[in-house]
């Protein structure tokens, strides 16, 4: 609070993110951007409440999760703020069980909440965005093979070329795990989803501290960080002498998701088998996905997920297995803009064009403006009083790229000096005019 005006300190709480305009617009528009591909897709949009019942939120959380959960009272309700978008997926699909048509496609793009530790790129408020497919009973193991068209197709829209998705699948990883006799199978995974930040030797001494025999790791680690094609690397498992059900099943699915892949056209390049993705969370029980932008690699995953066994079994007695994704749109655009990775300097106004009326041409002016918006021409008047200069400015500083000045003139001869506010260029035109110069400009 300001001592000397009493005034309180404008802020926000720590770990929340605010944007100014010209970064909320090219966010918007990396939004929208998502939100066409998913429905390019077929996947239906969904908005769940931001509050949910603390005994539905928290029905198998734990350890950091309900930690980081915000919790309150509101009367006798003990209410919290959803930490992703799955739980509440989960609570609607059983919810709703009988009314909803599966494979149930749905997308989501919203605001969760962490209370953790804010840190550069972490957030206590962000936004994600996610693609679930719920089946009834089963789900085919193409709908594993469809995710990363669908991460690849994302990503091309977004403007990224180079990006590889990195696929494993979980039983792949128990399998070993059995062969080997490791015990504390999610606690061993965490650790193993490290080894690209920490390195082998740190995962070696992780490992051996929870346990894990020395022969027991040398194998798993000489497994899982072979080099090779797909094919290569998984012959490699198969060469290893490794054999349980678990283990067979898990290289049978991966091989079906790899070979689907091919057919849904993504390139080769853009998708590789890794054996090191374990991806942390305790509920994927096949199929795991990271993406990575290649140029980037300090950024770390930027869309990740994987398939689930049953994603409503707190709720339902029901079998209703999953395979999604989400991307973590806040955290991506903080990383980019921070990393000059993308450009924000953009306009600060979805305004093309800025009428200015002048003298007694305000109605004229208002008519015009009108004829541009059902032309889909994003208009805007300009209605206070001040000198034609600064007018000019308040077009310059945020970005309307196009002007034009009404008076008595233009109001009595329908013709307009249009000006490109980028190159001062003046078109003498009619409304009609304006509008195909306009449209002409944006299609640029």
Same mark, same amino acid.
């Given at each position: 609070?300001?001592? +000397?005006?009493?005034?309180?300190?404008?802020?926000?709480?720590?770990?929340?993110?605010?944007?100014?305009?010209?970064?909320?617009?090219?966010?918007?528009?990396?939004?929208?951007?998502?939100?066409?591909?998913?429905?390019? %897709?077929?996947?239906? =949009?969904?908005?769940? =409440?931001?509050?949910?019942?603390?005994?539905?939120?928290?029905?198998?959380?734990?350890?950091?999760?309900?930690?980081?959960?915000?919790?309150?009272?509101?009367?006798?309700?003990?209410?919290?703020?959803?930490?992703?978008?799955?739980?509440?997926?989960?609570? %609607?699909?059983?919810?709703?069980?009988?009314?909803?048509? %599966? =494979?149930?496609?749905?997308?989501?793009?919203?605001?969760?909440? $962490?209370?953790?530790?804010?840190?550069?790129?972490?957030?206590?408020?962000?936004?994600?965005?996610?693609?679930? /497919? /719920?089946?009834?009973?089963?789900?085919?193991?193409?709908?594993?093979?469809?995710?990363?068209?669908?991460?690849?197709?994302?990503?091309?829209?977004?403007?990224?070329?180079?990006?590889?998705?990195?696929?494993?699948? $979980?039983?792949?990883?128990?399998?070993? %795990?059995?062969?080997?006799? /490791?015990?504390?199978?999610?606690?061993?995974?965490?650790?193993? +989803?490290?080894?690209?930040?920490?390195?082998?030797?740190?995962?070696?001494?992780?490992?051996?501290?929870?346990?894990?025999?020395?022969?027991?790791?040398?194998?798993?680690?000489?497994?899982?960080?072979?080099?090779? &094609?797909?094919?290569?690397?998984?012959?490699?498992?198969?060469?290893?002498?490794?054999?349980?059900?678990?283990?067979?099943?898990?290289?049978?699915?991966?091989?079906?998701?790899?070979?689907?892949?091919?057919?849904?056209?993504?390139?080769?390049?853009?998708?590789?088998?890794?054996?090191?993705?374990?991806?942390?969370?305790?509920?994927?029980?096949?199929?795991?996905?990271?993406?990575?932008?290649?140029?980037?690699?300090?950024?770390? &995953?930027?869309?990740?997920?994987?398939?689930?066994?049953?994603?409503?079994?707190?709720?339902?007695?029901?079998?209703? =297995?999953?395979?999604?994704?989400?991307?973590?749109?806040?955290?991506?655009?903080?990383?980019?803009?921070?990393?000059?990775?993308?450009?924000?300097?953009?306009?600060?106004?979805?305004?093309?064009?800025?009428? /200015?009326?002048?003298?007694?041409?305000?109605?004229?002016?208002?008519?015009?403006?009108?004829?541009?918006?059902?032309?889909?021409?994003?208009?805007?008047?300009?209605?206070?009083?001040?000198?034609?200069?600064?007018?000019?400015?308040?077009?310059?500083?945020?970005?309307?790229?196009?002007?034009?000045?009404?008076?008595?003139?233009?109001?009595?001869?329908?013709?307009?000096?249009?000006?490109?506010?980028?190159?001062?260029?003046?078109?003498?035109?009619?409304?009609?005019?304006?509008?195909?110069?306009?449209? &002409?400009?944006?299609?640029?």
């Amino acid at each position: 609070m300001s001592k +000397d005006k009493g005034y309180i300190t404008p802020s926000v709480p720590q770990g929340m993110i605010e944007l100014l305009p010209k970064e909320q617009i090219l966010f918007n528009k990396m939004m929208d951007t998502i939100k066409n591909t998913y429905e390019l %897709f077929g996947f239906i =949009p969904l908005d769940t =409440p931001v509050m949910e019942k603390a005994e539905v939120l928290l029905a198998k959380s734990g350890g950091d999760t309900e930690k980081q959960v915000y919790r309150f009272y509101k009367g006798d309700n003990e209410l919290a703020l959803r930490f992703d978008l799955t739980v509440p997926l989960a609570r %609607f699909v059983a919810q709703h069980h009988g009314e909803l048509t %599966f =494979p149930f496609r749905r997308y989501h793009i919203g605001k969760v909440y $962490r209370g953790e530790r804010p840190q550069k790129g972490r957030f206590r408020e962000f936004y994600q965005c996610d693609i679930d /497919i /719920i089946g009834n009973e089963a789900l085919s193991i193409i709908n594993d093979a469809e995710i990363p068209s669908i991460i690849y197709k994302t990503f091309k829209a977004l403007g990224f070329e180079s990006f590889t998705i990195h696929i494993n699948n $979980r039983k792949i990883l128990n399998g070993i %795990f059995e062969c080997l006799n /490791i015990c504390n199978k999610v606690e061993v995974m965490r650790i193993v +989803d490290k080894i690209d930040k920490i390195g082998q030797e740190a995962i070696k001494e992780c490992l051996e501290e929870i346990g894990v025999d020395r022969e027991a790791i040398n194998i798993l680690l000489d497994i899982i960080t072979f080099k090779g &094609s797909n094919t290569e690397i998984i012959d490699n498992i198969e060469k290893s002498g490794l054999r349980n059900p678990t283990l067979e099943e898990g290289i049978f699915e991966l091989k079906e998701v790899i070979n689907y892949i091919g057919s849904f056209e993504v390139p080769k390049e853009n998708y590789v088998v890794d054996l090191k993705i374990a991806r942390g969370l305790d509920y994927y029980t096949g199929t795991v996905y990271e993406t990575i932008l290649n140029d980037y690699p300090s950024i770390g &995953s930027v869309c990740s997920g994987g398939r689930y066994d049953n994603l409503a079994q707190n709720y339902t007695d029901k079998k209703l =297995p999953g395979v999604g994704i989400s991307i973590g749109l806040s955290r991506l655009f903080y990383q980019l803009t921070t990393g000059n990775i993308i450009n924000t300097d953009g306009p600060a106004t979805p305004t093309k064009l800025l009428i /200015i009326p002048m003298n007694d041409s305000m109605d004229y002016a208002m008519g015009i403006a009108t004829k541009m918006r059902n032309a889909q021409i994003a208009t805007e008047i300009y209605l206070n009083d001040g000198k034609i200069g600064k007018k000019m400015s308040y077009a310059d500083k945020t970005g309307i790229p196009y002007v034009i000045v009404i008076g008595e003139n233009e109001k009595n001869t329908g013709r307009f000096s249009l000006k490109n506010m980028l190159t001062g260029i003046q078109t003498d035109t009619d409304a009609d005019g304006i509008i195909s110069v306009i449209k &002409s400009g944006l299609e640029e």
